[in-house]
Every structure is written in C-alpha cells, then in structure tokens.
C-alpha cells in the first residue's frame, strides 16, 4: 500500500468553514498528489508537490491550497468550504516506474 | 490535452464469460498507460503499466496490450472477485508525471 495514509477518513462541515486534510507516507516519495472523485468525472488532480516546498496547481485547484513542511507530509487546504468540495479526496504518490500509489480516501461533506 | 476515453461504462458478465474493457486515449507523446482496480470504498489498486505498442502485461485472470492509439484489459474466466471499477491512466511527460484518468468501467461477475 505504500505506506500511505489519510486522515480523516471521514468528515461533515459546514459552508464556510476551513478543512485540513491529511496525507502522511513512510517511504520517502518525492512526488505527492491530491485527487478528488466525484460520480461522472473520475479522478481529477488538485495540486501536487515535487520535493518540500515545492508544489503546483492541478487542473482543478480553484478553492484548494496545499503545503509541504516535510517529505512525509503533504496537506490539503480548503480555505472556505462549499458544497461543490464534497467529494472523496486522495491522496497518491509516485512509483519508481511513473505508476502511482493511492491511499484509502477521505470522504468530505460540505452541508 | 490529454484526453482517455474508456468503454463500456458498464460491463455485466457471468462467471467465466471472458470480455474485454476498453481505453482509447489521445495524448502528445506516451510516457506510460496505466490501469487500476477500485474496489468502493478504497482508492484505486495499481494493476499494470504499459509503455510502448505491442506490450502485454498479465496477472492472474488480467492481460493489457496496448496499441498506439488503445489499451485492452482482457478478463479470461472472471469471477465474482473481480467485480470492480477498472481505471486507465494516461502519462504524456513532462517532469512532473501528471496522470490523466478516464473515468472507469464498472465491472460486474454474476456467480
């Protein structure tokens, strides 16, 4: 599984409000991704980071901030929620073949 | 832009009726083509990588091939197990190894 986990796993707010979502690996992946799923659209890249520090936007990134103090540790930021945010989010990192890794998803609703 | 396109959306087969999942895709220059399993609930399962025409990859009852222009997940004697959602993923280059996704066929195996 690469080592990869998501916190939280699940989680319900409120218009408005800011959210946190954690992505924590253990194997020193250089590259990490954020997702989101949603029914009709498949997986759409919201940020992604190559190295501490160092990030970018995705194709879908409006209303998403990310932050990467440390290689094992990249965070996904949502400043002001929205109902348009609820959405299974993932996070991924890259294999030493181009492949990617997923972790098991946090499902997110914005009431 | 990268475009997958993967077909059918929906595949119903009976035990040990073989088929084939299709991913047509339209990219600059193929770095990779990726396919992936999700089972709901959990994120996608890496399965198989692709890099250039002509190559095959198989695991269990799963074979890739690839073309320059699609990829084919063919299922031989499936069972219930396999029912999934299958992805396919796209790799154009660049640095920084952006996936682009189709959005996936549901794949059910009736006992």
């Known amino acids: 599984d690469a080592g990869i986990t998501q916190s939280p796993r699940h989680k319900v707010t409120e218009t408005g409000t800011p959210v946190t979502l954690r992505c924590h690996q253990t194997?020193?992946?250089?590259?990490m991704y954020w997702y989101r799923q949603d029914p009709g659209h498949g997986l759409r890249l919201i940020h992604y980071s190559y190295g501490v520090k160092d990030t970018d936007k995705g194709e879908v990134s409006d209303g998403y901030s990310v932050s990467r103090s440390k290689t094992e540790d990249f965070l996904l930021t949502l400043e002001s929620a929205t109902s348009s945010q609820t959405s299974v989010y993932f996070c991924a990192v890259e294999g030493a073949g181009n492949e990617q890794f997923f972790g098991p998803g946090t499902r997110l609703t914005v009431l | 832009e990268d475009q997958v396109t993967q077909s059918p959306e929906a595949l119903r087969l009976q035990e040990g009726e073989s088929s084939s999942l299709n991913c047509s895709y339209t990219?600059?220059?193929?770095?990779?083509l990726f396919w992936y399993r999700q089972d709901p609930g959990k994120g996608p399962e890496f399965l198989f990588t692709l890099y250039s025409a002509g190559e095959e990859k198989e695991k269990e009852r799963l074979k890739a091939t690839l073309t320059k222009k699609e990829s084919f997940l063919h299922i031989t004697a499936p069972k219930p197990e396999d029912s999934a959602t299958y992805l396919c993923?796209?790799?154009?280059?660049?640095?920084?190894?952006?996936?682009?996704f189709g959005k996936g066929t549901l794949l059910t195996v009736n006992p």
């Open positions: 194997e020193n992946h250089r590259y």
């Open positions: 993923a796209v790799d154009s280059g660049g640095s920084n190894y952006k996936l682009t």
């Open positions: 990219v600059s220059g193929l770095r990779g």
